[in-house]
């Protein structure tokens, strides 16, 4: 079935240091993959996505490149910022109709 | 509405005790899902509806769950003869439309309801 390995965390970087958060998968097919955040005390909300091998999803600086030749989908930012502590998680959707998540990375940004 | 609503917020039950868990979705959306998030964990698929039907019902973890939505709108999750292990905050999603790998199945995910079984 599909799975997805995400780094363990927590992470802590101090602010503007560069971000690099690993995510593989495991899927039958081709999945679109994402990336969730869910900052303290809201919801999960889409970060960003890529639907085809090769494809790039960025926003709010943050991007990841579908690699379908390693089954990764690696977040980065090049500078963080205090405001982007939070879970991040990673997922992905197949040919089922459900999204499968990784366990999530706390991200802790520090002055 | 302009978002997922999910009611209640916070729910302190005691242990044997049934709970119901609301879930409001965007309106128009026709893909409903629940998902539950225990502390450590990933997020832990438990049901997909598409309209009134659950065609995909297989993260159920037992039949003390189970789950109904109705006029393809709000969606209830009742939870029977609560134990500890239910203890996680339980989202709820919508998607204009569920199924394939189209990237169209975009999640809105409501703020949760947070089940603490004592």
């Known amino acids: 079935g599909n799975s997805v390995t995400q780094m363990e965390g927590p992470v802590t970087l101090s602010e503007e240091a560069f971000l690099t958060i690993n995510c593989t998968y495991t899927?039958?097919?081709?999945?679109?993959l994402f990336w969730y955040v869910q900052y303290p005390g809201e919801g999960l909300q889409l970060l960003l996505k890529a639907t085809k091998a090769d494809d790039k999803g960025s926003n709010k600086g943050f991007e990841a490149t579908y690699r379908k030749e390693t089954t990764s989908f690696h977040l980065e930012k090049g500078s963080v910022q205090v405001s982007d502590s939070a879970v991040y998680f990673c997922a992905l959707t197949g040919t089922a109709s459900k999204l499968t998540f990784g366990t999530g990375t706390r991200l802790q940004v520090t002055l | 509405g302009a978002g997922v609503s999910q009611s209640p917020s916070n729910k302190v039950t005691e242990k044997g005790k049934d709970v119901e868990l609301r879930c409001d979705p965007i309106s128009g959306h026709t893909a409903l899902y629940w998902y539950r998030q225990s502390l450590g964990q990933g997020l832990e698929f438990l049901i997909y509806f598409q309209g009134n039907s659950a065609p995909d019902k297989s993260g159920l973890p037992s039949d003390r769950f189970s789950a109904e939505r109705t006029g393809g709108s709000v969606s209830t999750l009742t939870i029977q003869r609560t134990q500890q292990e239910d203890s996680a905050v339980y989202l709820c999603?919508?998607?204009?439309?569920?199924?394939?790998?189209?990237?169209?199945?975009?999640?809105?995910f409501g703020a949760g309801s947070r089940l603490t079984v004592l």
């Open positions: 899927a039958t097919g081709y999945p679109s």
């Open positions: 999603a919508s998607s204009l439309a569920g199924g394939g790998a189209s990237g169209a199945n975009v999640l809105t």
